[in-house]
Structures are given as C-alpha cells and as structure tokens.
C-alpha cells in the first residue's frame, strides 16, 4: 500500500495551533474595541424591517373580510403542525371562508412556510416578537388574534411580492 503524502506539510509554527490562537485573538480583541449593537430591552424596542418574520397573522382587507379561502395549505405545509383549519361554505365570490383558523404558537417555528404557500397572500408573518403567555391556552391563537388589518402588514406584504 502506497503512504498518502499532503499536498502541503505542516510548518513547525502550524503545527502547535499558535497562528491560528493569535488570529482568533486579534479577532475577539478587534471586535471587542469596535461599536456596540447593544439594546436596553424593553425601554429600546427593536424595530424590525420588512424581512423580519415575526409571529404569523391573517391579512384582514379594508371592508372587515379576511383573505383566507380555507385551502388549508399553509396546514399541510407546516413542520410543526401548528396550523388547524375548518372551512365553510359563504354566499360571497370566495365561496369558502375559515371557520375556524387556529395557530398554535407554542408549536410554531417561525419558519414562514405557511406565508410561501398561500396563494392568497392571506397569511404573513408580522413584526411582532414579544410572545408571552401564562397558560397553554393562551399559546393557541384564533382569529380573533390573528386578523390585523392590511395598512400594519403593508410593508411585509411590499417584500413578499418583491421577492416572489
């Protein structure tokens, strides 16, 4: 059997790691001099920008009527299994509208699935981050949560349509 030779040996210096200890010092040390990015939370709140996923809501349009056609495709597209959907029947030129739409944010992973799928762009991930509850219960979000109206999801909804 042939010996293996490297392409390129090891240096004395390479081969204690005493480059490399020096490299990664300088590093921290230059980081550590530099500007801070710091936020005195909860008196500085971040304020996110359009790309920003934060917890999933349903797009409410100007006359009160949400967007979501009850396809169930964001339930079926979500890893965690957070998103529960009853359809029915409507009168209107949507013919169906959810009965019920639950997320269950104690399962969710914010992974924005659910807001690629819809073909609808009936349910975006919104700006918010502060998500605190005092039972399991309160984890689970109707729509009585979830409807917010088109004007505060406008700029989320101007970056999806950029990126689509």
């Known amino acids: ?3 293996k030779k490297r392409l390129k040996d090891l240096t004395f210096w390479d081969k204690i790691y005493i480059p490399a200890i020096l490299n990664g010092l300088a590093l921290t040390f230059k980081n ?8 005195q939370y ?8 359009g790309s920003y996923r934060g ?26 299994l957070a998103i529960e959907i009853q359809a ?5 030129e949507k013919e169906r509208y959810p009965e019920k739409f639950e997320i269950n944010m ?8 659910c807001e690629d799928v819809c073909p609808e762009e ?22 009585d949560k979830l409807l917010i109206p088109v004007e505060e ?9 950029g990126y689509k």
Request: glycine content about 6%; proline content about 6%; overall charge negative.
């Open 122 to 143: 009936a349910i975006v991930m919104s700006k918010d981050y502060e998500l605190a509850f005092d039972n399991r219960e309160d984890g689970i979000y109707g729509k």
């Open 55 to 80: 917890r999933p809501v349903l797009v409410e349009e100007k006359n009160g009527v949400e967007r979501c056609v009850a396809c169930a495709l964001c339930a079926r597209v979500c890893p965690a």
């Open 106 to 113: 104690l399962r969710c992973i914010f992974c924005g699935f």
């Open 88 to 92: 029915a029947e409507t009168e209107s």
């Open 1 to 3: 059997m042939a010996e």
């Open 153 to 161: 999801l406008k700029d989320r909804i101007e970056f999806l349509r």
């Open 42 to 49: 909860p008196e500085e709140k971040f304020i996110p920008t």
């Open 32 to 39: 550590l001099l530099g500007p801070k990015f710091t936020l």
